[in-house]
Nanobody, 116 residues
């Protein structure tokens, strides 16, 4: 199963972007799906997660601005990002973690640049 992230780009502060992650073959009821990001010179960090049970959680820095969602029929995971800030600039990665297994899959990253 190959995760495929897309939707990154260059936007100005305050604008919005929606990232998409194609997750063919993933059974969302047994995977926690997450979006991570890695800024230059920094460690990869968790941005948002939606659990196998449908619960969501967000990094404090994006709460109220970002929303993670799933379209089970299309096998897609989305990250709606509003009110973007320059500090949101990073490569964003999607991740599928099989619950209670320690196993996870990563997609290739998509670059988000927020700059005026």
């Amino acid at each position: 199963v190959q995760l495929q992230a897309s939707g990154g780009g260059l936007v100005q502060p305050g604008e919005s972007l929606r990232l998409s992650c194609a997750a063919p073959g993933i059974i969302f009821s047994i995977y926690d799906m997450g979006w991570y990001r890695q800024a230059p010179g920094k460690q990869r960090e968790l941005v948002a997660v939606i659990t196998s049970g449908g619960n969501t959680d967000y990094a404090d820095s994006v709460k109220g601005r970002f929303t993670i969602s799933i379209d089970n029929a299309k096998k897609m995971v989305y990250l709606q990002m509003n009110s973007l800030k320059p500090e949101d600039t990073a490569v964003y990665y999607c991740n599928a973690a099989l619950v209670r297994s320690g196993l996870s899959r990563w997609g290739q990253g998509t670059l988000v640049t927020v700059s005026s």
